[in-house]
Protein backbone atom coordinates (compact mmCIF):
# COMPACT_ATOMS: atom_id res chain seq x y z
CA UNK A 1 0.00 0.00 0.00
CA UNK A 2 0.90 3.53 -0.28
CA UNK A 3 -0.32 7.17 0.51
CA UNK A 4 -1.45 7.00 -3.25
CA UNK A 5 -3.43 3.73 -3.59
CA UNK A 6 -4.70 4.71 -0.09
CA UNK A 7 -6.11 8.21 -1.39
CA UNK A 8 -7.43 6.32 -4.53
CA UNK A 9 -9.50 3.97 -2.51
CA UNK A 10 -10.75 6.97 -0.36
CA UNK A 11 -12.20 8.30 -3.54
CA UNK A 12 -13.89 5.11 -4.85
CA UNK A 13 -15.58 4.70 -1.55
CA UNK A 14 -16.78 8.48 -1.50
CA UNK A 15 -18.22 7.65 -5.29
CA UNK A 16 -20.46 5.07 -3.95
CA UNK A 17 -21.77 6.90 -1.15
CA UNK A 18 -21.58 10.38 -3.20
CA UNK A 19 -25.77 9.97 -4.18
CA UNK A 20 -26.68 9.18 -0.78
CA UNK A 21 -24.28 11.85 1.26
CA UNK A 22 -26.06 14.70 -0.82
CA UNK A 23 -29.67 13.55 -1.03
CA UNK A 24 -28.77 13.36 3.01
CA UNK A 25 -27.81 17.06 2.94
CA UNK A 26 -30.31 18.00 0.95
CA UNK A 27 -33.38 16.83 2.84
CA UNK A 28 -31.47 17.22 6.09
CA UNK A 29 -31.55 13.67 6.92
CA UNK A 30 -28.79 14.07 9.50
CA UNK A 31 -29.38 10.57 10.67
CA UNK A 32 -28.76 9.26 7.38
CA UNK A 33 -25.55 12.13 6.89
CA UNK A 34 -24.03 10.88 10.32
CA UNK A 35 -23.95 7.26 9.44
CA UNK A 36 -22.42 7.77 5.93
CA UNK A 37 -19.87 10.70 7.54
CA UNK A 38 -18.78 7.97 10.00
CA UNK A 39 -17.23 5.69 7.46
CA UNK A 40 -15.52 8.43 5.17
CA UNK A 41 -14.13 10.16 8.25
CA UNK A 42 -12.37 7.14 9.85
CA UNK A 43 -11.15 6.27 6.16
CA UNK A 44 -10.00 9.63 6.04
CA UNK A 45 -8.72 9.58 9.50
CA UNK A 46 -6.73 6.37 9.05
CA UNK A 47 -4.78 7.78 5.91
CA UNK A 48 -4.59 11.06 6.64
CA UNK A 49 -4.87 11.74 10.05
CA UNK A 50 -7.18 14.57 9.29
CA UNK A 51 -10.97 14.31 9.71
CA UNK A 52 -13.53 14.77 7.39
CA UNK A 53 -17.20 16.24 7.26
CA UNK A 54 -19.19 17.86 5.07
CA UNK A 55 -22.29 20.82 5.21
CA UNK A 56 -24.26 22.51 2.61
CA UNK A 57 -23.95 25.98 3.04
CA UNK A 58 -25.26 28.70 0.91
CA UNK A 59 -27.19 25.51 -0.56
CA UNK A 60 -23.84 23.89 -2.20
CA UNK A 61 -22.34 21.22 -1.09
CA UNK A 62 -18.98 21.62 0.40
CA UNK A 63 -16.30 19.35 1.79
CA UNK A 64 -13.06 19.90 4.10
CA UNK A 65 -10.89 18.15 5.66
CA UNK A 66 -10.25 18.89 8.81
CA UNK A 67 -6.13 18.93 9.28
CA UNK A 68 -5.00 21.14 11.99
CA UNK A 69 -1.83 22.15 12.42
CA UNK A 70 -0.35 19.18 11.48
CA UNK A 71 2.12 19.02 8.40
CA UNK A 72 1.81 15.50 7.49
CA UNK A 73 -1.79 15.55 7.75
CA UNK A 74 -2.08 18.78 5.38
CA UNK A 75 0.21 17.01 2.58
CA UNK A 76 -1.86 14.39 2.24
CA UNK A 77 -4.72 15.92 2.36
CA UNK A 78 -3.60 18.74 -0.22
CA UNK A 79 -3.21 15.39 -2.58
CA UNK A 80 -6.20 14.16 -1.93
CA UNK A 81 -7.87 17.57 -2.83
CA UNK A 82 -5.67 17.34 -6.08
CA UNK A 83 -7.11 13.51 -6.83
CA UNK A 84 -10.00 14.29 -6.55
CA UNK A 85 -12.17 12.31 -9.57
CA UNK A 86 -13.26 15.01 -11.69
CA UNK A 87 -17.05 14.44 -11.12
CA UNK A 88 -16.78 15.39 -7.05
CA UNK A 89 -14.67 18.44 -8.17
CA UNK A 90 -17.26 19.59 -10.26
CA UNK A 91 -20.08 18.95 -7.64
CA UNK A 92 -18.26 19.99 -4.09
CA UNK A 93 -16.35 23.06 -2.74
CA UNK A 94 -13.22 21.31 -1.17
CA UNK A 95 -10.89 22.39 0.98
CA UNK A 96 -7.98 20.45 2.39
CA UNK A 97 -7.72 22.73 4.90
CA UNK A 98 -9.90 24.17 7.89
CA UNK A 99 -12.04 27.67 6.56
CA UNK A 100 -12.60 30.61 8.64
CA UNK A 101 -15.82 30.52 10.07
CA UNK A 102 -17.19 26.93 8.61
CA UNK A 103 -21.23 25.63 9.32
CA UNK A 104 -18.81 23.59 11.90
CA UNK A 105 -17.18 26.54 14.22
CA UNK A 106 -20.84 28.76 13.68
CA UNK A 107 -22.59 25.66 15.23
CA UNK A 108 -19.98 24.93 18.22
CA UNK A 109 -20.48 25.63 21.39
CA UNK A 110 -18.57 24.83 24.55
CA UNK A 111 -20.42 23.30 27.61
CA UNK A 112 -19.17 25.32 30.99
CA UNK A 113 -21.07 24.02 33.76
CA UNK A 114 -25.04 24.32 32.95
CA UNK A 115 -23.87 27.24 30.13
CA UNK A 116 -23.94 26.69 26.49
CA UNK A 117 -21.09 29.43 24.51
CA UNK A 118 -20.60 29.80 20.58
CA UNK A 119 -18.27 31.72 19.36
CA UNK A 120 -20.60 35.24 19.14
CA UNK A 121 -20.33 34.51 23.03
CA UNK A 122 -15.82 35.06 23.01
CA UNK A 123 -14.08 38.24 22.92
CA UNK A 124 -10.89 38.04 21.28
CA UNK A 125 -8.24 40.69 22.56
CA UNK A 126 -5.51 41.23 20.14
CA UNK A 127 -2.14 43.22 19.98
CA UNK A 128 -0.44 43.63 16.31
CA UNK A 129 3.27 43.07 16.32
CA UNK A 130 3.89 44.89 13.59
CA UNK A 131 7.54 43.66 13.75
CA UNK A 132 6.78 39.72 13.12
CA UNK A 133 3.84 40.93 10.86
CA UNK A 134 1.50 38.96 13.46
CA UNK A 135 -1.41 38.58 15.91
CA UNK A 136 -0.73 37.89 20.03
CA UNK A 137 -4.59 36.86 20.98
CA UNK A 138 -6.33 36.19 24.36
CA UNK A 139 -9.74 34.89 24.18
CA UNK A 140 -12.06 35.78 26.55
CA UNK A 141 -15.20 33.39 27.54
CA UNK A 142 -17.63 34.38 30.12
CA UNK A 143 -17.69 30.98 31.22
CA UNK A 144 -13.37 30.73 31.39
CA UNK A 145 -13.39 31.45 35.18
CA UNK A 146 -15.36 28.48 36.15
CA UNK A 147 -12.89 26.42 34.58
CA UNK A 148 -9.42 25.65 37.05
CA UNK A 149 -7.06 23.70 34.52
CA UNK A 150 -5.34 26.50 32.61
CA UNK A 151 -4.06 24.30 29.96
CA UNK A 152 -7.49 23.16 28.89
CA UNK A 153 -8.27 26.84 28.85
CA UNK A 154 -5.30 27.47 26.64
CA UNK A 155 -6.35 24.36 24.28
CA UNK A 156 -10.18 25.35 23.88
CA UNK A 157 -8.73 29.09 22.89
CA UNK A 158 -6.39 27.94 20.34
CA UNK A 159 -9.20 25.74 19.03
CA UNK A 160 -11.74 28.71 18.98
CA UNK A 161 -9.54 30.88 17.22
CA UNK A 162 -8.62 28.17 14.27
CA UNK A 163 -12.46 27.56 13.84
CA UNK A 164 -12.72 31.66 13.91
CA UNK A 165 -10.02 32.03 10.98
CA UNK A 166 -9.13 28.87 9.36
CA UNK A 167 -5.95 27.28 9.10
CA UNK A 168 -3.97 29.49 6.74
CA UNK A 169 -4.60 32.39 8.25
CA UNK A 170 -3.92 31.39 12.22
CA UNK A 171 -0.59 29.94 10.55
CA UNK A 172 0.60 32.82 8.80
CA UNK A 173 -0.37 35.72 10.91
CA UNK A 174 -1.17 34.48 14.71
CA UNK A 175 2.13 34.11 16.30
CA UNK A 176 0.53 33.56 20.18
CA UNK A 177 -2.83 32.44 21.55
CA UNK A 178 -3.87 32.29 25.59
CA UNK A 179 -7.18 32.50 27.08
CA UNK A 180 -7.92 35.40 30.06
CA UNK A 181 -10.61 35.28 32.93
CA UNK A 182 -11.54 38.61 32.26
CA UNK A 183 -11.58 41.81 29.66
CA UNK A 184 -8.31 43.27 29.11
CA UNK A 185 -8.31 46.56 29.53
CA UNK A 186 -6.11 48.82 27.46
CA UNK A 187 -6.31 46.15 24.91
CA UNK A 188 -7.65 46.20 20.96
CA UNK A 189 -10.96 43.70 20.98
CA UNK A 190 -13.57 42.38 18.71
CA UNK A 191 -16.27 39.61 18.26
CA UNK A 192 -13.80 36.28 17.81
CA UNK A 193 -15.87 35.73 14.43
CA UNK A 194 -14.57 39.01 13.35
CA UNK A 195 -11.20 38.10 14.19
CA UNK A 196 -10.79 36.67 10.15
CA UNK A 197 -11.40 40.10 9.03
CA UNK A 198 -9.81 42.50 11.48
CA UNK A 199 -6.41 39.91 10.76
CA UNK A 200 -6.62 40.03 6.85
CA UNK A 201 -7.61 44.25 6.47
CA UNK A 202 -4.75 44.48 8.66
CA UNK A 203 -2.09 41.93 6.67
CA UNK A 204 -3.60 43.94 3.76
CA UNK A 205 -3.63 47.36 4.72
CA UNK A 206 0.68 47.01 6.23
CA UNK A 207 1.30 45.10 2.82
CA UNK A 208 2.47 41.68 5.38
CA UNK A 209 2.80 38.92 2.42
CA UNK A 210 0.07 36.71 1.97
CA UNK A 211 -0.50 33.03 1.30
CA UNK A 212 -2.80 30.65 -0.82
CA UNK A 213 -2.36 28.09 1.81
CA UNK A 214 -0.49 26.59 5.01
CA UNK A 215 1.89 24.68 2.62
CA UNK A 216 3.16 28.19 1.14
CA UNK A 217 4.50 29.46 4.31
CA UNK A 218 8.18 28.52 4.53
CA UNK A 219 10.39 28.50 8.02
CA UNK A 220 14.16 28.96 7.58
CA UNK A 221 16.25 27.03 10.15
CA UNK A 222 19.71 28.08 10.94
CA UNK A 223 21.71 25.05 12.82
CA UNK A 224 22.85 26.04 16.11
CA UNK A 225 26.15 23.94 15.49
CA UNK A 226 29.61 25.66 14.14
CA UNK A 227 29.90 24.03 10.47
CA UNK A 228 32.72 22.32 11.01
CA UNK A 229 31.39 18.48 9.48
CA UNK A 230 31.91 17.54 5.73
CA UNK A 231 29.16 14.84 6.62
CA UNK A 232 25.93 14.05 4.98
CA UNK A 233 22.93 16.07 6.84
CA UNK A 234 25.67 17.36 9.26
CA UNK A 235 27.00 20.23 6.99
CA UNK A 236 23.99 22.25 6.91
CA UNK A 237 24.19 25.93 6.73
CA UNK A 238 20.82 27.30 5.98
CA UNK A 239 17.53 24.79 5.77
CA UNK A 240 14.23 26.36 4.50
CA UNK A 241 11.17 23.97 3.97
CA UNK A 242 7.35 23.76 4.83
CA UNK A 243 7.74 20.87 7.01
CA UNK A 244 9.47 22.65 10.50
CA UNK A 245 8.64 19.93 12.99
CA UNK A 246 10.09 17.24 10.32
CA UNK A 247 13.49 19.54 10.44
CA UNK A 248 13.37 20.30 14.16
CA UNK A 249 13.08 16.21 14.63
CA UNK A 250 16.13 15.02 12.23
CA UNK A 251 18.31 18.18 13.83
CA UNK A 252 17.61 16.39 17.17
CA UNK A 253 18.32 12.64 15.71
CA UNK A 254 14.23 11.53 16.36
CA UNK A 255 11.93 9.88 14.29
CA UNK A 256 8.63 10.99 15.70
CA UNK A 257 7.45 12.91 12.43
CA UNK A 258 9.10 10.06 10.22
CA UNK A 259 7.78 7.47 11.54
CA UNK A 260 3.45 9.03 11.69
CA UNK A 261 4.30 9.51 7.69
CA UNK A 262 4.84 5.45 7.74
CA UNK A 263 2.11 4.67 9.61
CA UNK A 264 0.19 6.56 6.79
CA UNK A 265 2.31 4.62 4.16
CA UNK A 266 4.82 7.25 3.09
CA UNK A 267 8.12 8.60 3.58
CA UNK A 268 9.93 11.53 4.03
CA UNK A 269 13.54 11.84 2.96
CA UNK A 270 16.04 14.21 0.55
CA UNK A 271 17.94 14.12 -2.57
CA UNK A 272 21.22 15.32 -2.17
CA UNK A 273 24.17 15.78 -4.32
CA UNK A 274 28.01 17.19 -4.18
CA UNK A 275 27.74 21.02 -4.87
CA UNK A 276 29.68 21.63 -7.64
CA UNK A 277 30.72 24.73 -7.71
CA UNK A 278 31.97 25.21 -3.90
CA UNK A 279 30.38 29.30 -5.24
CA UNK A 280 27.36 31.40 -4.97
CA UNK A 281 26.33 29.45 -7.74
CA UNK A 282 25.46 26.54 -5.98
CA UNK A 283 22.18 28.01 -4.48
CA UNK A 284 20.93 28.88 -8.16
CA UNK A 285 21.65 25.84 -9.19
CA UNK A 286 19.89 24.21 -6.63
CA UNK A 287 16.91 26.32 -7.44
CA UNK A 288 16.74 25.51 -10.52
CA UNK A 289 17.45 21.75 -9.93
CA UNK A 290 14.60 21.66 -7.21
CA UNK A 291 11.86 23.17 -9.69
CA UNK A 292 13.21 20.81 -12.56
CA UNK A 293 13.04 18.06 -10.58
CA UNK A 294 9.38 18.86 -8.74
CA UNK A 295 7.92 19.67 -12.47
CA UNK A 296 8.96 15.95 -13.50
CA UNK A 297 7.61 14.15 -10.31
CA UNK A 298 4.31 16.75 -10.48
CA UNK A 299 2.43 14.34 -13.10
CA UNK A 300 3.87 10.80 -11.01
CA UNK A 301 1.93 12.21 -8.13
CA UNK A 302 4.23 10.31 -6.10
CA UNK A 303 6.35 13.18 -4.38
CA UNK A 304 6.86 16.38 -3.75
CA UNK A 305 9.78 18.99 -2.74
CA UNK A 306 9.01 20.60 0.72
CA UNK A 307 12.11 22.15 1.14
CA UNK A 308 15.97 21.80 1.04
CA UNK A 309 19.15 23.15 1.60
CA UNK A 310 23.11 24.09 0.91
CA UNK A 311 26.09 22.68 2.92
CA UNK A 312 29.29 22.78 3.02
CA UNK A 313 29.88 19.81 0.84
CA UNK A 314 26.36 19.18 -0.39
CA UNK A 315 22.77 20.42 -1.48
CA UNK A 316 19.56 18.40 -0.50
CA UNK A 317 16.07 18.93 -1.85
CA UNK A 318 14.05 17.41 0.91
CA UNK A 319 10.61 15.60 -0.21
CA UNK A 320 7.56 13.39 0.98
CA UNK A 321 6.88 10.39 -0.85
CA UNK A 322 3.54 9.44 -1.77
CA UNK A 323 4.67 6.23 -3.51
CA UNK A 324 7.79 5.17 -3.31
CA UNK A 325 7.94 2.30 -5.59
CA UNK A 326 7.38 4.65 -8.47
CA UNK A 327 9.17 7.23 -7.16
CA UNK A 328 12.06 4.88 -7.12
CA UNK A 329 11.47 4.21 -11.27
CA UNK A 330 10.71 8.29 -11.46
CA UNK A 331 14.16 9.19 -9.78
CA UNK A 332 15.94 6.62 -11.80
CA UNK A 333 14.68 7.80 -14.58
CA UNK A 334 15.43 11.68 -13.23
CA UNK A 335 19.56 10.18 -12.54
CA UNK A 336 20.01 9.07 -15.90
CA UNK A 337 18.61 12.24 -17.88
CA UNK A 338 20.38 14.60 -15.52
CA UNK A 339 23.70 12.11 -14.98
CA UNK A 340 25.77 14.68 -17.25
CA UNK A 341 25.15 17.83 -15.19
CA UNK A 342 24.54 15.80 -11.53
CA UNK A 343 25.36 12.72 -9.65
CA UNK A 344 22.05 12.68 -7.85
CA UNK A 345 21.52 10.28 -4.49
CA UNK A 346 18.35 9.74 -2.29
CA UNK A 347 18.13 8.57 1.04
CA UNK A 348 15.27 8.63 4.01
CA UNK A 349 14.75 10.70 6.62
CA UNK A 350 15.27 7.54 8.51
CA UNK A 351 18.75 6.72 7.24
CA UNK A 352 17.74 4.28 4.66
CA UNK A 353 18.84 4.75 1.19
Request: proline share 4%; aromatic share 12%; hydrophobic share 35%.
Amino acid sequence: MSVLSNIKAFWARFEDEQDGLLEALKTKNYEKLSAILEVLNAECYEISGAHFFVEDRYEEPEMTFDTGPDKTSQLICRKMKELAPESVKKTWIMNDTLTPLSQKAIEASLQIKDEQYSLFDMTAFYRVDVRTHSFLVDVYCPGFSLIDNPEYKREMAIYLVELAIGEKELEAYVSNIDFTDEPVDGRDFCNLTELYTVITDTAQKEGWQNYAHPLDIYTVFKPHQDIASDSLRKDMKMIFTVHPPLIEESLGSKSDVSLDLKAHDGEYGYIYYVNPFDSEEDAKFRQALSSQIETLLAPLHCAKVIGGDIGKSYSYIDLILFDEPLFQKAFAQIREQLKNRVDLHYRSFDGAD
